[in-house]
């Protein structure tokens, strides 16, 4: 079992600047990389930002380049999302996602997990 737990949401003033935390727990074997996705009212979950756990490799919807930063912490298995300047259109669900190994050396299984979501709401 593994669990992604987010935390860090709120409400916020437009400009204004919110920290998002994603740990991972369980039987992890390993990491293999980490994002967050977001989803607004009425509309799909979009993609938002990943990091490689090897390398620390980074890529970031056009949306958010410039404005939000993706950091990990590999020995808390945790993962980072700065946003700065946040707009009324950030306002969304942030989920966290990992691709985690489980198991033992000897016996392994990559599997996709996912976090409930936080709140990031920005309005005046």
């Known amino acids: 079992q593994v669990q992604l737990v987010e935390s860090g949401g709120g409400t916020v003033q437009p400009g204004g600047s919110l920290r998002l935390s994603c740990a991972a727990s369980?039987?992890?074997?390993?990491?293999?990389?980490m994002g967050w996705y977001r989803q607004a009212p009425g509309k799909e979950r979009e993609f938002v930002a990943h990091i490689t756990y090897v390398g620390g490799s980074t890529n970031y919807a056009d949306s958010v380049k410039g404005r939000f930063t993706i950091s990990r912490d590999n020995a808390k298995n945790t993962v980072y999302l700065q946003m700065n300047s946040l707009k009324p259109e950030d306002t969304a669900v942030y989920s966290c996602n990992a691709v985690i190994t489980t198991g033992s050396y000897w016996k392994r299984a990559t599997y996709d997990y996912w976090g409930l979501g936080t709140q990031v709401t920005v309005s005046s």
């Open positions: 369980g039987s992890i074997f390993s990491i293999d990389s």
